[in-house]
Each structure stands twice: as structure tokens, then as C-alpha cells.
């Protein structure tokens, strides 16, 4: 790899527009969470079981987006193809985990089950297809790494 291809590189990976997707995820959840966490301490009794655990994973969902937004923006160094990585694997664990709690929410109210299935089938598709892209980038870089090594 020639000194102007890396330093093309780590321009593109440390860019101002990459810094402001990782400010976007930092903000998206925190607010979301902020606002999840708000309504349900404000219930005005208290909440069946399954409803619980909704407002747990939805937390936990926005605590991952918000820890993942502040790393990506407070890093000191460039996040390189790691930080899609992360996004990725971040993005299908909340896909996976939300679809199957609306469908199981579905299947026990006995409607919406084909709605449930194919929205879930959109974004576990749509994510993983990040997670796979993130993968092979992040394969092709350490490849170029290795040989430019030698």
C-alpha cells in the first residue's frame, strides 16, 4: 500500500461525516432512552410481566446504540472498519431480540403474526446483510495489512 492510498484511507475513516453518524447514534440512545425509561417509570401501576421485559430490551437496545455512538465519537484514533462492525453485530442483536418479542407478543394475541414475521424478516435480513458487508471489509483491510506487512 502506497503513503498516499493510506492517507487517502485514514482521511475517509476519520471524515467529519463519520463522526456525525456516531453523534447521531449517541444522541438516538439516548433520547430514546431517556424517553423509554421516562414512561415507564411514570406507569401509573404496575406492568404484566411480558410488558417488563419489553421496556428492559428496548433499554438495553438504546444503552448499546448510545455506548456504541460514544465510542465511535470519543475514540482518539480512527475506528477503521471496527466500527461497522460493531454497528453491524449491534444492529442484528437488536433486530433478532425485538423480532422475537413481537412475535411472541403476536402469537399470543392471536393477530398480526404474518405482519410480526415479515417485518421481522426485513430487518434481520437488512441487518445481517450490513453485518456480512461489515465482515468483509473489515477481512479485506487486515488482508491488505498482512501482505503490505511482509
Not at 123 to 143: P, Y
Request: glycine share 10%; hydrophobic share 55%.
Amino acid at each position: 500500500m502506497k503513503d498516499d492510498e493510506i492517507i487517502a484511507l485514514v482521511r475517509a475513516e476519520s471524515s467529519p461525516w463519520r463522526r456525525l453518524r456516531g453523534t447521531v447514534a449517541l444522541l438516538g440512545g439516548l433520547v430514546g432512552g431517556t424517553f423509554l425509561i421516562t414512561l415507564w417509570a411514570t406507569e401509573p401501576g404496575p406492568l404484566p410481566d411480558r410488558t417488563r421485559l419489553v421496556f428492559a430490551l428496548l433499554a438495553l437496545i438504546c444503552a448499546g446504540w448510545t455506548a456504541f455512538g460514544a465510542w465511535s465519537v470519543l475514540g482518539p484514533r480512527p475506528l477503521f472498519a471496527l466500527d461497522g462492525l460493531v454497528a453491524g453485530w449491534l444492529a442484528l442483536a437488536a433486530s433478532l431480540a425485538t423480532t422475537a418479542v413481537t412475535v411472541t407478543v403476536a402469537a399470543d394475541r392471536g393477530t398480526g403474526l404474518a405482519v410480526a414475521i415479515a417485518a421481522g424478516a426485513l430487518f434481520i435480513g437488512a441487518s445481517a446483510a450490513i453485518t456480512v458487508r461489515a465482515h468483509l471489509r473489515f477481512r479485506k483491510i487486515v488482508r491488505e495489512l498482512a501482505r503490505h506487512r511482509d
